[in-house]
């Protein structure tokens, strides 16, 4: 395990921000941190990488005890979500910022051959990373004049330069917009399976988590709802909020369930199902999605294939038959209140 | 453009050509005048030690006020701004009562070339402090925490990230400074007695030669001091330049 988190608590003033943290971070592994605004994931992070010290509780990096050590012992990569560029330095020299203070700090006199030495090997170093985080025609331009995205992938290659042991990125693509979004959290992906590198990112979006992450911590509240990969937390989840927070949920009769694990029949011909009304149906692309009352009131979604709603003539007031698919993530609806 | 004409430029030439109705002569007289020389010698020298402790003193009030917390910071943001406000001759009269003949302090500085230095550095105390204050304020904390997980001490942050960042406007204050502090006449005429070749800056040598009748002479040592703010903003302007490039 690369990063162990034990009986960890942070308040600010009354509010508490982490109650009583215990997780364990696998090595060479993306993970993230999934959750609402205000729920602790990010300070998590911050504990993590030395910006905030947990009032109790211990964490480490590697096996070492990292807990009272300062961020820049940590060898630990962060990137922000607003990027924190150094505005006055070009690219290049924002990449090799790292490397400069590790190798002289800046006080060996620029002309002594060890340190041309050094500065060659930063310069090849930097144009490495700058190749991989596709920049190199961008090394001598500042970062004023590259877009979000290209901010954040120098930002990246920055973090990366210092071949830290652990890599945080804090909601890294939050301030960017849908479509480079989605381009630049595919490209991580292909990033880290290139560089794999232990890597742990803050979300608030499960699809961005569900896409990248080999394995997610759902924490809401300052507590861990769950722990898991992507495909065991959307089939199983442990309880009402998990499965709401990673997917759209509705009712039937007792049981809470994805609208799109409902089958339509138009009889009553499978065991267990239950007659409704169709209140509305709309098209939403490929999809069709179903609003239908039960002889109780009660109101359910349903989601289906077009080719599917067109076989059955689905249309409004119509009566149709619902069942839970087989196999279907359900959490039994009277269990708990609080609502996902 | 025209209303900047009418206020600055034409102004500006009119000085430079009553200078010049006495030609090159009125220049080199002025200039070979010891009593002048010495003037203009305690003028800009007095006003570069003095915008060189603003340059310090102005950053590190500026830093304590952004970033310290402290009972009666408010009351501290507040007074900064009094020295600058204050008619100057009420600012001589007060510097005249706390560290003159009379004061209760038992410093007297009276006729004395540290009068001078007092004088100035109370009139442009707020110019830093005040371009200083609000890009401080701006720094973003996220980016001395990135220099710091890359392994950036105190001293490394403060050296390469914050100081960049800050140089220009320490570079601005300290033009509004140095120009505030060549043209300074009412804050250190009361105290320093303007005694001729000791504490007479050029200001009071300007008002002295017009008193007598003397305009070419005057209107000379206006254009000589002209040059030297001139110069002095455009050297604050190529070293800031040169610094935050830097990095």
């Known amino acids: ?340 | 453009m025209v209303w900047f004409s009418l206020l600055v430029l034409i102004p500006l030439a009119a000085i430079v050509a009553t200078a010049g109705d006495g030609g090159w002569h009125g220049y080199v007289d002025t200039l070979t005048n010891s009593q002048s020389w010495a003037a203009i010698k305690l003028t800009v020298g007095q006003s570069l030690l003095v915008t060189g402790v603003n340059v310090v003193m102005g950053t590190m009030i500026a830093w304590v006020l952004v970033r310290d917390r402290f009972w009666g910071k408010r009351l501290l943001d507040l007074v900064i701004d009094i020295p600058f406000a204050m008619p100057t001759i009420v600012a001589g009269l007060v510097l005249l009562g706390l560290y003159g003949p009379d004061s209760p302090l038992g410093i007297n500085v009276s006729n004395t070339r540290a009068s001078v230095t007092l004088a100035l550095a109370f009139v442009t105390l707020p110019f830093i402090v005040r371009t200083v204050q609000p890009v401080l304020t701006e720094l973003e904390a996220d980016v001395e925490e990135a220099a710091a997980s890359l392994g950036a001490g105190r001293a490394t942050i403060l050296r390469r990230i914050v100081l960049p960042s800050i140089v220009p406007s320490i570079a601005a204050g300290a033009a509004l400074s140095f120009a505030r502090a060549i043209s300074e006449y009412g804050s250190l005429v009361l105290l320093s007695g303007s005694l001729p070749f000791h504490t007479e800056a050029v200001s009071v040598r300007v008002l002295s030669f017009i008193e007598g009748g003397d305009r070419t002479s005057a209107a000379a040592l206006a254009t000589i001091m002209l040059g030297v703010a001139l110069a002095v903003i455009v050297a604050l302007d190529v070293l800031q330049r040169r610094v935050a490039r830097r990095g």
């Open chain 1, 1 to 340: 395990m690369s990063i162990e988190i034990d009986g960890v608590n942070k308040r600010f003033g009354d509010f508490v921000a982490l109650e009583n943290v215990n997780v364990s971070l696998p090595t060479g592994q993306l993970t993230a941190l999934l959750g609402p605004s205000g729920g602790g994931k990010s300070t998590l992070l911050r504990i993590i990488a030395g910006l905030e010290r947990a009032d109790t509780g211990t964490v480490s990096i590697e096996g070492v005890d990292a807990t009272r050590m300062s961020p820049r012992k940590r060898n630990v990569g962060f990137v922000f979500q607003h990027y924190a560029v150094f505005k006055h330095m070009t690219v290049a020299k924002n990449v090799a910022f790292g490397l400069e203070i590790r190798t002289h700090g800046g006080l060996r006199p620029p002309w002594t051959s060890r340190r041309l030495r050094d500065r060659e090997r930063m310069q090849a170093r930097v144009d490495e990373l700058l190749k991989l985080v596709h920049l190199s025609q961008f090394a001598d331009r500042l970062p004023s004049q590259l877009s979000g995205g290209q901010r954040q992938r120098m930002a990246l290659a920055r973090a990366l330069a210092v071949q830290p042991k652990v890599l945080l990125l804090d909601e890294p693509f939050g301030a960017l917009d849908a479509k480079v979004r989605k381009e630049l959290r595919e490209w991580l992906r292909r990033l880290h399976d290139e560089v794999p590198v232990t890597t742990v990112f803050v979300t608030h979006d499960q699809e961005e988590a569900m896409e990248v992450a080999d394995e997610i911590v759902v924490i809401n509240e300052g507590r861990i709802e769950q722990v898991g990969t992507p495909d065991s937390l959307y089939d199983e989840p442990a309880n009402e909020f998990v499965m709401g927070f990673l997917g759209e949920v509705t009712r039937l009769g007792e049981l809470r369930l994805r609208p799109h694990d409902i089958e339509v029949g138009l009889g009553p011909d499978l065991a267990g199902s239950t007659p409704v009304d169709v209140l509305r149906v709309t098209r939403v692309g490929f999809e069709v999605r179903l609003v239908a009352g039960t002889e109780e009131g009660q109101e359910v979604s349903v989601v289906t294939t077009r080719a599917h709603a067109r076989a059955l003539d689905l249309e409004e007031g119509r009566r149709v038959w619902l069942t839970p698919s087989n196999g279907t993530a359900t959490v039994p609806a009277m269990k708990s209140l609080r609502v996902g």
